[in-house]
């Protein structure tokens, strides 16, 4: 069974369009996360989220927001896009304390062209 | 506050010779670090953490590390490097920032195994 899943793997799409990314994690954790990496390689919080609060990167513009329907979901919803926005996403989750681990879906790859 | 450096952005090795990938961390409290693989167009595995147990940790695919303290440092190493090793690596760090515990990355090593 996969832990942490993430849909759609690849997603192109028009610059002004709307699209979400779907993410589900079976593994009975608190927090989820949305990290974006670019073509660096570099990975940035986008967004941490439990149950009693989300934690936004004040880099991240507002055309970008977390929907969490329940525990186990934390959808990405992204607004008007633009080329900058094209990189991978990836959805993570994991217990709130320090001393575990954070497990990654698959990544999304988005273009926008 | 909390961030990793990654001091290297790519090592380059050959076959069968041992793995210096190099991470130091800053962090207000007693953190957790982990590193993680990610092998190309793939997603993130960890390969170790280390949470206040033992100061060296083994992990998966004949990858170690050692916390020191002193030197705020967590450096990851194999005896002997395969070609299936070249992937980028991430130094991750976790700590109580602000009541929140976000994981922080490095930005990245690049390993290159030359046959």
């Known amino acids: 069974d996969t832990a942490v899943s993430q849909t759609p793997k690849y997603l192109v799409t028009q610059m002004g369009n709307d699209k979400s990314i779907k993410c589900e994690q079976n593994l009975g954790h608190d927090t989820m996360y949305w990290y974006k990496q670019d073509s660096k390689k570099f990975l940035k919080i986008m967004f941490s989220?439990?149950?009693?609060?989300?934690?936004i990167n004040e880099t991240v513009p507002n055309r970008f927001s977390p929907k969490s329907p329940d525990k186990a979901h934390l959808n990405l919803h992204i607004n008007s896009l633009e080329l900058g926005d094209s990189a991978v996403y990836f959805c993570a989750s994991s217990l709130r304390g320090s001393g575990t681990e954070a497990f990654f879906g698959q990544g999304t790859r988005l273009t926008v062209v | 506050a909390q961030s990793v450096t990654q001091l290297d952005s790519h090592v380059s090795v050959s076959e069968g010779t041992p793995v210096l990938l190099r991470c130091n961390y800053s962090s207000s409290y007693s953190p957790s670090l982990f590193w993680y693989v990610q092998h190309p167009n793939k997603g993130l595995q960890l390969l170790l953490k280390y949470t206040s147990a033992a100061t060296l940790v083994k992990g998966i695919n004949g990858f170690e590390a050692e916390f020191k303290k002193s030197e705020t440092s967590f450096h990851l190493t194999k005896p002997s490097a395969h070609m299936s090793d070249a992937a980028e690596y991430f130094c991750v760090v976790r700590g109580e920032a602000g009541g929140s515990y976000i994981p922080t990355f490095g930005r990245g090593t690049s390993l290159i195994v030359h046959p």
């Open positions: 989220y439990n149950n009693k609060e989300l934690i």
